[in-house]
């Protein structure tokens, strides 16, 4: 079930690679996380997020395990995996490619 | 089908899983709200609420997991599907194989299913037994009348037992006369085997006295046929040989007697324990009993041996030694002899499907070699190994379910040749089918080879560190494909050694020395109505006989109550024969002698020599004359030393002397593989004293067969109309008897040629694809110098220490595997040296074709061609 091409899904799939990539974190640190960086631009459903987790942890790019947060509260933790850090990179790229193109193409209209 | 998918992945972990990590989300989203200055109340209310629909979300992981599974086991199959379809060969030949395989076993397990594992139709059926003496007068175990009603007195191991007398013929006498099987049982007979009637009532102890009204209960066919399924049936009546009956009940359709024997009618046995107690008025019968829960069948047999040590007493004491007690299985008292050539037949076929299995997992290591580059391909792809092991698996066991469906068909044609040509001697065969249970079988021995060839390949995955694209001809690789066949070989063997034991036992059965000439004779069996009194029997074969001998084409005819070389026949105790001037009785029982009466031509028929005096003639037939002929064993045997001629003997210890007027010639009597056993002839008098109410006519005829029999049945039908006649060839009688052993022979010489078949197509597969593989070795050398014959030599050589091997592995199998077959051969020792020495040399032969074709290919190399490959 590799429906990375679909754009929406690519994306929430960057923003959680990326939020793993400095450390690991739970499923509500992740949607914390994505919403103050961007200024509360962006805001990451949980409805969409744990499916989306599920899937890449099946994929191999991640990989979960329990573990007891900073309140000492039991969480499940999620960490990249090798593949998941080869992923982001060419993830990280084919963005940045892609707004650039589409800025592009905005100015020009 | 989607709940079975769920639990196969462990599904209840991973929704508990799921649910603590939502919950685990919603306290701390509910912890920040509470930060943001909300009650608990709120603060949990609005996580929620901001969480969304939490059951959609558990859902959606859900198929997540479910979906990957699902798709990845469609996308393995589709792929294999498609790999499949992409080498046509391949796919074929790998089906082919597995089919028979698998097709071979599984109409080989459906017929001895029922003779091996199927439950007999009685509830808790591992309870049942039969019990009784066991002595050389009878093979199966028996009761005396006298001594069951003491048993069923004071027996510990039986929760419940009761007797039969024989199945025999008994006539409706109704508006249609109508011959039937009849057997008497005891009234507690259905209920030891825990069936219940249909209609009506069972029998109860009322019936069984012996003044009671008589009953009967019919068999479901018997209803259905003759009382066209009358749901009011019971309490009507029905006459049994002139006397009339109350019909009691009807019997289920899945009724069976123990012994498989056809009744259409029971009968109340009516056992009257006062005659009975007087041991000179006591009935043979079979006992059957259900055993106490928890009780074995040994134990049963200890606990009786108080009560058969006093039985025994009844014995005289010369014929102890010879009695035992018996209890064994009812299984076992309805399958006899047959278990052991199942378990044989069954291990052969399985044989064959190790054979095929052997070589399906050959060609798919072929095919891995082909397919390394794709494998390489897409390994760097990021396939895993333990993808591609799956992979491997899902195409193998693809391939096992497509050749077990094409085994079913192959199966059902098996099945359907089997039957045609078994002999009615093997229980139950009739009624194999392809029913579920068999399907079931088929279906996991698709699935099972599929796993198992299989499994070579994918152990073969190479690593994704290994030096990709290049072709490995790696030795292991290769090793493991030889022994493969060398296995196949070793099996094949096996086989074919067995195979050929029996055919030689088959072929010195079937040149037996007879003693007698059966060719050109035609036996004519007939038996009268029940009621019909000694006068009207000696009377009507008289008739019969006077009236055959008149017909055109019969050049010698003869009247005899039984016919050589088995079937019923009358026998005697041998120590039983009471010899004029002589003490009675030796040392035991001495065995049985068989003997006949017969009228004079009967020597003259069989063309059987008379030894010493002469043959009957018809002055003997007067009803005051007493003469009888011996056969030399039992000449031999009363006189030892002295001329028989003359000497007069009693059999049976009472009635007139009969006087020795002749000695015949030896007669198998005892079967095809017994010895000749001791036998008398008296002749048929002219008296009520030699009125039978079944006998055979002999004739020995210049016309066919055909038209014999129709001139016969035309004389019988103008005596009476109404009586059946059994006619047969005297060759006909006596090929029946080696029908089994002939069915035995065919079948697993059948399987050890498919399975040297396919050991050779091993062989040649192995051999054609290292002359493949070393195409451009082969090359060089030529370009080199080496001479035509020198390649073929170096392909065999590389053949022949494999095939070596197996056959030496074979040879030494053979030895062990052979010793089962002890007691189905006959005049052929199990280790013998000539049919192993020519079984090797055939397989070698097969070996040696099967690897000097593609050794001749290598030959043919075309040395440019093959070093500008690649």
Redesign the interface.
């Known amino acids: ?1 590799n429906k990375s091409s679909d754009s929406l899904q690519g994306t929430l799939d960057l923003l959680i690679l990326k939020t793993l990539y400095r450390c690991p974190n ?3 640190g992740i949607t914390l996380h994505v919403q103050t960086v961007s200024g509360g631009l962006v805001c990451v ?3 969409s997020l ?2 989306a987790l ?2 890449l942890e ?1 994929h191999k790019l991640l990989s979960g395990s329990w573990s007891v ?1 900073d ?1 000492g ?4 933790y999620y960490r990249l995996t090798p593949a998941g850090r080869k992923r982001l990179a060419e993830a990280e790229q084919s963005w940045s490619a892609l707004s650039k193109g589409v800025a592009k193409v905005l100015r020009f209209a | 089908m989607k709940r079975w998918l769920e639990r196969l992945w462990r599904g209840r972990r991973l929704d508990q ?2 649910r ?3 919950e ?2 919603l ?3 509910a ?1 920040m709200n509470r930060g943001a200055g909300l009650s608990t109340d709120d603060a949990g209310d609005l996580a929620r609420r ?4 939490s059951g ?2 558990h859902e ?2 859900r198929r ?2 479910l ?2 599974w699902l ?1 990845g086991l469609q996308q393995d199959l589709r792929y294999a599907w498609r790999s499949l379809l992409r080498a046509p060969a391949f796919t074929v030949t790998a089906i082919l194989a597995a089919a028979l395989g698998i097709g071979a076993t599984t109409a080989v397990f459906s017929a001895v299913d029922r003779i091996l594992f199927r439950s007999l139709p009685y509830p808790a059926e591992d309870r049942l037994v039969s019990f009784g003496f066991a002595a050389p007068i009878e093979p199966q175990e028996f009761m005396l009348g006298t001594d069951y009603v003491e048993w069923r007195e004071r027996q510990t191991p039986f929760a419940e037992m009761a007797t039969w007398a024989s199945v025999s013929d008994c006539d409706l006498t109704d508006r249609n006369p109508a011959r039937l099987s009849c057997a008497e049982v005891e009234s507690t007979f259905l209920q030891t085997l825990g069936v219940r009637p249909l209609l009506g009532r069972d029998f109860t102890p009322e019936d069984d006295r012996p003044n009671s009204s008589p009953a009967a209960l019919i068999s479901y066919g018997l209803w259905q046929s003759r009382f066209a399924a009358d749901p009011g049936i019971a309490g009507k009546t029905l006459s049994l040989d002139g006397k009339t009956a109350t019909i009691a009940g009807v019997l289920p359709a899945s009724f069976e007697l123990p012994t498989l024997a056809r009744a259409d009618v029971l009968v109340p046995l009516r056992l009257d324990p006062a005659t009975q107690r007087r041991p000179q008025t006591g009935r043979l019968l079979w006992a059957i009993a259900r055993l106490k829960p928890g009780v074995p069948p040994d134990q049963a047999n200890q606990q009786l041996a108080p009560l058969f040590a006093e039985s025994l007493k009844w014995v005289p004491p010369n014929f102890r030694k010879e009695v035992k007690l018996r209890v064994r299985s009812l299984r076992d008292r309805q399958v006899q002899d047959a278990r052991l050539a199942s378990w044989v037949l069954l291990g052969a076929v399985l044989a064959v499907l190790l054979i095929a299995c052997a070589n399906v997992a050959n060609l798919m290591l072929v095919r891995a070699t082909a397919r390394q580059r794709e494998l390489a391909v897409r390994q760097a792809l990021g396939a895993g190994k333990a993808r591609l092991v799956r992979q491997t698996l899902t195409e193998s066991v693809l391939l096992g379910l497509l050749g077990g469906a094409a085994g079913c068909v192959l199966a059902r044609l098996l099945l359907r040749l089997f039957v045609a040509i078994a002999p009615e001697s093997i229980p139950r065969l009739a009624q194999a089918a392809l029913d579920g249970r068999v399907l079931a079988v088929a279906i996991a021995l698709a699935v099972l080879s599929g796993v198992l060839f299989g499994l070579p390949p994918a152990f073969q995955i190479p690593h994704a560190e290994w030096p990709t694209g290049s072709r490995v001809s790696g030795s292991p690789r290769l090793r493991f494909r030889e022994s493969l066949v060398a296995a196949q070989i070793a099996v094949s063997l096996i086989l074919l050694t067995g195979a050929a034991l029996l055919l030689r036992s088959l072929w010195k059965l079937e040149s037996v020395p007879l003693g007698m000439r059966t060719a050109a004779v035609l036996t004519a069996r007939i038996s009268l109505a029940r009621d019909a009194q000694p006068e009207r029997q000696l009377a009507f074969f008289e008739e019969l006989e006077s009236r055959l001998a008149r017909l055109p084409g019969v050049s010698s005819l003869a009247v005899t109550d039984s016919v050589p070389p088995v079937g019923p026949a009358r026998s005697m105790i041998f120590s039983a024969i009471e010899i004029e001037g002589r003490p009675r009785f030796g040392q035991g029982t001495g065995g049985m002698v068989t003997w006949r009466t017969v009228t004079p031509g009967y020597f003259g028929v069989l063309d059987i020599p008379i030894r010493r005096g002469r043959s009957f003639q018809d002055g003997d037939r007067a009803p005051d004359e007493h003469a009888v002929i011996l056969n030399e064993a039992l000449a031999a045997r009363l006189y030892p030393r002295e001329d028989a001629l003359g000497k007069r003997i009693r059999p049976g210890l009472s009635g007139p002397w009969l006087t020795i007027i002749g000695v015949s010639a030896n007669v198998r009597n005892n079967g095809l593989s017994g010895q000749d056993g001791p036998e008398y002839y008296v002749v048929r008098r002219h008296s009520v004293e030699s009125a039978f109410r079944e006998s055979s006519v002999l004739i020995r005829t210049q016309f066919t067969p055909k038209a014999m029999s129709d001139w016969v049945r035309r004389e019988v039908a103008t005596l009476d109309p109404t009586l059946p006649v059994a006619l047969e060839t005297m060759d006909q009688r006596v090929a029946k008897l080696a029908e089994r052993p002939r069915f035995n022979a065919t079948l697993l010489g059948l399987f050890a040629a498919i399975g040297a078949l396919l050991a050779a197509v091993g062989l040649y597969g192995v051999i054609s694809f290292l002359v493949a593989q070393r195409t451009q070795e082969i090359g060089i050398r030529m370009a080199l110098g080496a001479t035509r014959a020198e390649i073929a030599r170096l392909v065999l050589h590389h053949a022949a220490p494999w095939t070596l091997v197996g056959v030496l592995a074979g040879i030494v199998g053979s030895l062990f595997a052979t010793r089962v077959l002890r007691t189905l051969l006959f005049g052929v020792p199990e280790k013998d040296p000539i049919t192993l020495v020519t079984v090797s040399g055939i397989l070698l032969g097969v070996a040696g074709l099967a690897s000097w074709l593609p050794s001749r290919r290598a030959a043919q190399v075309d040395p440019m061609v093959a070093l500008r490959q690649d």
């Open positions: 079930m739970h499923g509500f459903e949980e409805g744990y499916p599920h899937r099946r947060t309140n509260r039991r969480a499940r | 899983d799921v603590e990590e939502i685990s989300h306290e701390m989203r912890e901001q969480f969304g629909n959609q979300v959606d992981v997540i997991h979906g990957e798709e």
